[in-house]
Each structure stands twice: as C-alpha cells, then as structure tokens.
C-alpha cells in the first residue's frame, strides 16, 4: 500500500510542494481526486469532481486508512486550500457548506500526472513551473516579506512581526 502512497509524495516533493503538503493526508487527497489505487497506472489518471467525504472513502477503502468523518476540515485546511493555492486543484465555486461543493484537478494538474514516471514528466513539469510559482516559494516569500531588516552596530538582522519584536 505504501508504494503508490510515495509516488505521490514524490509528486507534490517534484512540484515544489512544501513538506507538510508531501504528508500522507496530501497523497491520499491527490490519488484520491485522479483516482489512483494500487494496481492504477498514473497515465490512468481521472479527473471527476468529488467532495472530500469521496477523498475520505477513497483513502479508507484503497489505502486502508482510517479517517472519520469529522476529519473533513483537516483534509480541507493540510491539501486541499493548498493545492489550490498551487494551481493544482480548482473547486465548483459553490459555497464551502454546500452539499453541491466539489474538487478536481486542474486540467494542467491532469495532463502532468498522466505523464508521471515517463520520458515527458520533466518537461511536463518544467511548464507546469513557467506559469506556477512552486508552493514552497510562495510561502517563503511571504514569510520573507513579513520580517523586519533591523541594523544595529552595522549587523543586518530579520525580525519577523510581531508584539514580541516592538522597539521599546
């Protein structure tokens, strides 16, 4: 079970994913949206819309996981809201409590995984890049843009904001 688990890992770790988004939550969210199980080629790939309580059957009945439903928000807030964030995945723009509210993969997400393990995986994803900024950039940029440059006695500090780092 384990083997098509890593492959994903792999994946997200190609695509420039930040660790906690290679966890095994984030695999099963993405194998569960193409529709990979065990014995699935990745050139096999699907692309339905489904809910995460549709992830969560997934992961527990092809990857023996055990997940409850009540585990919804956590596959929300650790993949899903960040697979977004990295273009790999686009909702149904409905309202977030909707029964109606679903995922896929975008179709360039789509392409890219069909491709997964072949001669054209990484040139599928050096383009994938050109137009995406990696997730892992992303968020660094944004923790960079949020520290202080403080000089003092000709020493260069970054202090990030916050009450704890006020000037008195």
Not at 82 to 96: I, P, S, Y
């Amino acid at each position: 079970m384990v083997d098509k688990i890593n492959e994903a890992r792999e994946l997200l770790k190609m695509l420039g994913m930040p660790k906690a988004q290679q966890a095994d939550i984030c695999c099963y969210v993405l194998l569960a949206m193409a529709g990979i199980k065990q014995d699935t080629l990745w050139k096999d790939a699907g692309n339905e819309w489904i809910r995460i309580h549709d992830i969560i059957q997934f992961a527990n009945t092809y990857y023996g996981s055990t997940y409850a439903e009540n585990s919804r928000e956590t596959f929300r807030k650790q993949a899903l809201h960040h697979f977004r964030n990295a273009a790999l995945v686009e909702d149904n723009g409905k309202a977030t409590n909707s029964p109606n509210y679903r995922y896929r993969l975008t179709e360039e997400t789509l392409q890219m995984i069909r491709v997964f393990q072949t001669s054209d995986w990484k040139k599928s994803v050096s383009r994938f890049l050109k137009y995406h900024e990696k997730l892992v950039d992303m968020y660094a940029s944004k923790k960079k843009m949020t520290m202080m440059p403080v000089r003092i006695n000709g020493a260069d500090f970054q202090f990030s904001t916050g009450k704890h780092n006020e000037l008195q």
